[in-house]
């Protein structure tokens, strides 16, 4: 103990500046995420949770390279110092001077937006692990495995191109950025991943094991990290969880005829809407589809994938994008229409032909939770979700909303139903909480933060402008709140739990497209009296 004490005294002593300048800026970034209440974020604290980490990874790689481990002529070797003393003193150092500070910072920020830190220390703790995983556990490793400073900035630029490169190949999803995605294992996966590579890698180095071993580690862990992040496609996550929660039935979809017609009040030409059903679930189950992939095969044997949208490729003009989606704009259950927007040359050559469509969804189970209501201005406890408050913020022109924001220590559900009740009328405005300026918004990550944050707005509708408003009207459900009405309106926030996964393949043969066929329709727009 008394050799582990007098390498860390010595550490600190040559290296307390390096250890200042991550204090001033875990400090500022602290402070920047403080005084926000929202899920937007400004490049300054966008700019912090990059240089922070990175901070934080150099003040490790210092330490550790103050008795380098690389090469065969160490001054430390020759010298009574073994190397369970050595690791132990560099793991105190990354302690106080990384996740102390830290922890306490987190715990400063909990309490100030009206948590009691000991009753969040759960999330913290995992915090912390987390950030272990992905910073602290990557430097130490690193560090051990090169002989200067120099090459440790190279490897780190190294290792930021790889994750821009894996990350930039998955981009995916809709193409929405406020889109909030469901929960993956790919991140917990890599996380564990990581971790126990960098372990291994830290044992082998500190016992004074060949170089090449240790390096071999780290390349095969950051191959098989980048090919579960960037080549794994997005059903392989649901069909992991449909493993480990399944639902307790066999589902399947199949076509319905149904006289009403699809809920579109927009669209073109080459749309299709085709009704079906999903059969297997108990009476009354809610529940939500995502990653739907489908192919359209002609007669001839022409295939036709549906295009996933990325934020890179949404606006390209493309053959066929598929969608599974309820239509309701009550809130309540809705009926499944499976959309197909077709290129225009594609639906004239297929529109007439007896085509299979085949294809794979995956579908989750949800029950509610207990609804919290809130006056216009105020703030709830929402169970499972967190604190919630709202107000009204006024923007250009004549607009203005009502902001809901809801933030919470612990991971906010996917789905989380916001509806504004106005009691003048009794209407119902629907919403849900998404994470705005989070997504693939580059420098505007908040990931450091200790709170998790979701919003979501209602557009007000100002009687002295409605006349004159091109947009009031337009659709058959209500989406403008009257401003008038805001006096004793209420906002709820429900939360939607998932209860089970499951992975739904499906086979349509011999459907004829124009069957289906949308007629694009031209809204009126009714004006008030």
């Known amino acids: 103990m008394k050799l582990v004490l007098h390498t860390f005294r010595k550490d600190i002593r040559r290296l307390w500046p390096a250890a200042l300048v991550s204090l001033v800026l875990l400090a500022t970034s602290t402070r920047a995420d403080r005084w926000r209440f929202d899920t937007m974020i400004g490049s300054t604290e966008g700019w912090l949770n990059l240089v922070l980490p990175l901070a934080w990874a150099c003040l490790i790689a210092l ?132 971790a126990a590579a960098c372990i291994v890698i830290v044992w082998l180095q500190y016992r004074r094991r060949p170089a090449v071993i240790a390096r071999t580690v780290g390349i095969a862990a950051a191959l098989i990290a980048g090919a579960l992040i960037g080549l794994v496609p997005e059903s392989a996550d649901y069909q992991a969880r449909a493993l480990l929660h399944p639902i307790p039935a066999a589902l399947s979809l199949r076509i319905e005829p149904r006289a009403q017609a699809l809920g579109f009040y927009y669209g073109s030409g080459s749309t299709v809407g085709i009704p079906v059903v999903l059969s297997g679930l108990p009476a009354g189950a809610a529940f939500r589809t995502a990653a739907l992939t489908l192919t359209v095969t002609a007669p001839d044997g022409r295939r036709y994938p549906s295009t996933t949208f990325t934020p ?129 918004t580059g420098l505007r990550t908040a990931w450091l933060s200790p709170l998790n944050r979701c919003e979501t707005s209602f557009e007000l509708s100002d009687p002295k402008y409605r006349l004159s408003d091109p947009e009031y009207g337009r659709y058959p459900f209500p989406v403008k709140v009257p401003m008038e009405y805001l006096a004793n309106a209420r906002i709820a926030v429900t939360p939607e739990f998932v209860t089970g996964y499951a992975v739904v393949n499906f086979d349509f043969p011999d459907v004829v497209l124009s069957k289906y066929w949308v007629e694009p329709r031209k809204v009126e727009t009714r004006r008030v009296q």
Not at 71 to 95: E, S, V, Y
Not at 412 to 425: G, K, L, N, Q, S
């Open 312 to 440: 890179d490729n949404q606006f390209e003009k493309v053959q066929l994008e598929a969608r599974l989606l309820p239509y309701s704009y009550d809130g309540a259950p809705a009926p499944l229409w499976l959309q197909l927007r077709f290129d225009a040359a594609v639906y004239a050559a297929l529109k007439d032909s007896n085509v299979r469509l085949t294809g794979q969804t995956a579908v989750s189970l949800v029950r509610q939770g207990e609804t919290a209501w809130m006056p216009v201005g105020g703030r709830v406890a929402a169970p499972g979700v967190g604190h919630c408050s709202n107000g009204i913020s006024e923007g250009r022109s004549s607009v203005a909303w009502v902001n809901v924001v809801c933030e919470s220590p612990s991971d906010i559900p996917p789905a989380v139903r916001v509806i504004a009740w106005t009691r003048e009328d009794g209407q119902r405005y629907h919403s849900g909480l998404v994470t705005y300026g989070n997504l693939p």
């Open 63 to 194: 330490a550790v390279l103050e008795e380098p481990l690389s090469g065969d002529r160490p001054f430390w070797l020759t010298r009574p110092h073994r190397w369970p003393a050595l690791l132990a003193a560099k793991l105190i150092f990354a302690l106080i001077f990384v996740h102390v500070p830290s922890l306490i910072a987190d715990a400063y920020m909990l309490a100030a937006h009206g948590f009691p830190p000991f009753e969040s220390l759960p999330q913290l703790l995992w915090k912390q692990l987390a950030f272990a995983a992905f910073v602290t556990l990557p430097a130490l490793a690193l560090a051990a495995m090169i002989p200067s400073f120099t090459h440790f900035m190279l490897g780190i630029f190294a290792i930021a191109a790889a994750a821009a490169l894996t990350f930039a190949a998955r981009r995916g999803g809709t193409g929405y950025f406020m889109q909030r995605p469901d929960d993956y294992l790919r991140g917990e996966i890599t996380a564990i991943l990581i």
